[in-house]
C-alpha cells in the first residue's frame, strides 16, 4: 500500500434468483460491510447479500 491509497479487503456479494453474483461493494471494515448487506438484505427484498474478505494481491 502507498501513502494516500486505501485499502478495502471487505466485499458485499449478492446473489440473484437465478444465481449469479455480483459485488456490491467494497469496505475498509467489516462491522461497514456487515452494515451494509443487513440494510440490503432487509425483509421485502428477494436476494441474498454476505460479506467476504479479499486477500493481498499477488501483483505489485
Do not use: C, F, K
Not at 467489516?30 to 486477500?55: F, K, M, N, T
Amino acid at each position: 500500500m502507498t501513502e494516500g491509497t486505501a485499502t478495502l479487503p471487505w466485499l458485499v456479494i449478492r446473489e440473484d434468483d437465478n444465481g449469479n453474483r455480483y459485488r456490491v461493494g467494497r469496505y475498509a471494515t467489516r462491522a461497514e460491510a456487515e452494515r451494509i448487506a443487513d440494510s440490503l438484505g432487509a425483509p421485502g427484498h428477494h436476494h441474498l447479500y454476505w460479506v467476504e474478505q479479499v486477500g493481498p494481491s499477488s501483483t505489485p
